[in-house]
Each structure stands twice: as structure tokens, then as C-alpha cells.
């Protein structure tokens, strides 16, 4: 861990708030938890500290993170088993470590302030860096290659259903006819391409290239489905009285938490029948 990484771990703002939501899940002897988005630890930290009998189960798809988080939770010693793998993997990751299931989990969406912080990782839209985006390095799909390889149309589609993004054919036309001239490798090219045709108007309300650095990003790292897919593998790994919490950020994923939960929720039983 680099003093600059050391410089930016701190505790997670909503930490007390899931402790208290997991807690009751957490307080039963040889209670296991698993951080499904480990990320630098803090969370997972947290936790540990405040329930002695807990053995954690991390997961990241960012191998920088798990090596980070890795050095921060070597205290806790054999309470603490890394896995790298998408948090859609949850159930292999239970039981390549001993166990079958589990009494709480939680999910942190989004992007996190490492790769963030991460300038050459290419996720921020407010400094030129490769256009990359992969938050897991060892995985093949960038958005360089998005950009440079997928249909007018498929961008369009990526713009407005993953960023919500109203302009998303006037982006979508202008990127290949660019990419005809030169290869877009780069964020800043991605930024001025964007913002010279985007009214000064819609500039006005916020940064221009935001909703389409958001789509690019869930694209490479198919973020919303391998949520759809999480959610239920992750209540189907609960233990009796687990419990499951998931800090979401925007719209696009609070809808898939909140459907996949009520699916799961709903009784198959016949209505009617005395239970």
C-alpha cells in the first residue's frame, strides 16, 4: 500500500447505517459476512471491528483494490478470506472458502474512489487519461474498443438506456463519423468531441460528457447485469434471519434492487393456504 493510498482510506460515510441494518444478522456465533464490493476495506473493517465472531468473505473484481484491502485487514488474520471475482460469483466464492451460506452481505455500487483516483484507469471525464474503464485490469473489454468497434445504433442504445442520455443519437452519429478521421483513445478527445456538440444550454446543467462516461463505464464492466443476476444469488446464499443491504446510487440500479428483491420476497404458495 503507497502512503498516497494510505492518505485516502477512510470510513465509509453510510458505515454506522449498514452495521445497524446487518447487525442482527451479525451478532449469532460463527456469523459470516461477505463484502460483495470490497473495494479498500472500509467497510469490511467496520464490520470486523465491531463483531468479533464475524469471518468475512470479500469480494472485488479489482485486483489493485483486493491488495489494498488485503494489507488493511491483515490484522483480523484468519477471520478474513479474499476472493477476486465479480460479485455475480457470489455462491462459488462462498464455497471455494468452506461454506455453504451466509448471514449478511452487502453490496456498494458504482464506481469507487480509488479507480476513481486512478487518472490513467480513464473513469473520470475531468482529466485526459486512455479511455480504458475496466474495473477489473484483467479483463479484455475497454472502452477504447467500445468506442472504435460498436454500431451507430448500439451506441445510441448503450447512451440512453446506461446513461439515460437524451442526446444519445446526436452523440452517437458524431462518434463514428470521428472515428473515421482518428481513433478516439483518449478521454479528453471523448470530452471536446461531445461538448462541441452539446447546446450551451444542456452545458449548463451540468458537465456534457457525465451521462455518457456513465454508460461507457457500465457497458465495459456490465454493471447492471451482473446485478440482476447478483441480487438473487446473494439472497438465495441467506441463511435463515440473514439479512441483505445494497447502497445504490442512481435510478438504472435502484431499479434492479428493488425488482429482484420483491421477485424474491413474493410467496409462491396458493393464496389461501394457512401457513
Given at each position: 500500500m503507497t502512503d498516497s493510498d494510505s492518505s485516502r482510506i477512510h470510513t465509509p460515510v453510510l458505515l454506522e447505517r449498514c452495521i445497524e441494518l446487518l447487525g442482527p444478522a451479525l451478532t449469532k456465533p460463527g456469523a459470516v459476512f461477505v463484502d460483495a464490493t470490497l473495494g479498500m476495506g472500509g467497510h469490511s473493517a467496520g464490520v470486523l471491528e465491531r463483531f468479533p465472531d464475524v469471518t468475512l468473505i470479500g469480494l472485488d473484481r479489482d485486483p489493485e483494490a483486493l491488495a489494498i484491502a488485503g494489507e488493511r485487514l491483515e490484522r483480523f488474520g484468519n477471520r478474513v478470506h479474499l476472493v477476486h471475482t465479480v460479485y455475480d460469483g457470489i455462491q462459488e466464492a462462498i464455497e471455494s472458502v468452506g461454506y455453504s451460506e451466509i448471514d449478511g452481505v452487502l453490496f456498494d455500487l458504482g464506481v469507487s474512489s480509488l479507480q476513481l483516483d486512478r487518472v490513467e484507469r480513464g473513469?473520470?471525464?475531468?482529466?485526459?487519461?486512455?479511455?480504458?474503464?475496466?474495473?477489473?485490469?484483467?479483463?479484455?473489454?475497454?472502452?477504447?474498443?467500445?468506442?472504435?468497434?460498436?454500431?451507430?445504433?448500439?451506441?445510441?442504445?448503450?447512451?440512453?438506456?446506461?446513461?439515460?442520455?437524451?442526446?444519445?443519437?446526436?452523440?452517437?452519429?458524431?462518434?463514428?463519423?470521428?472515428?473515421?478521421?482518428?481513433?478516439?483513445?483518449?478521454?479528453?478527445?471523448?470530452?471536446?468531441?461531445?461538448?462541441?456538440?452539446?447546446?450551451?444550454?444542456?452545458?449548463?446543467?451540468?458537465?456534457?460528457?457525465?451521462?455518457?462516461?456513465?454508460?461507457?463505464?457500465?457497458?465495459?464492466?456490465?454493471?447492471?447485469?451482473?446485478?440482476?443476476?447478483?441480487?438473487?444469488?446473494?439472497?438465495?446464499?441467506?441463511?435463515?434471519?440473514?439479512?441483505?443491504?445494497?447502497?445504490?446510487?442512481?435510478?438504472?440500479?435502484?431499479?434492479?434492487?428493488?425488482?429482484?428483491?420483491?421477485?424474491?420476497?413474493?410467496?409462491?404458495?396458493?393464496a389461501g393456504l394457512p401457513v
Open positions: 473513469f473520470s471525464y475531468s482529466k485526459d487519461a486512455p479511455l480504458d474503464m475496466r474495473m477489473d485490469s484483467t479483463s479484455e473489454l475497454t472502452a477504447e474498443t467500445v468506442l472504435a468497434e460498436y454500431s451507430e445504433a448500439d451506441l445510441r442504445r448503450i447512451f440512453r438506456d446506461y446513461g439515460e442520455e437524451k442526446l444519445a443519437g446526436r452523440y452517437a452519429a458524431r462518434i463514428v463519423e470521428a472515428r473515421e478521421q482518428e481513433p478516439l483513445v483518449r478521454s479528453g478527445q471523448l470530452v471536446d468531441l461531445i461538448t462541441k456538440v452539446t447546446p450551451v444550454a444542456v452545458q449548463r446543467q451540468g458537465h456534457p460528457a457525465k451521462r455518457v462516461f456513465q454508460a461507457l463505464r457500465i457497458e465495459v464492466n456490465q454493471e447492471l447485469a451482473v446485478l440482476q443476476r447478483a441480487i438473487p444469488a446473494a439472497v438465495d446464499a441467506l441463511a435463515l434471519g440473514g439479512r441483505i443491504v445494497v447502497e445504490a446510487y442512481q435510478s438504472l440500479e435502484d431499479r434492479i434492487v428493488k425488482r429482484e428483491l420483491q421477485a424474491r420476497s413474493v410467496s409462491s404458495a396458493p
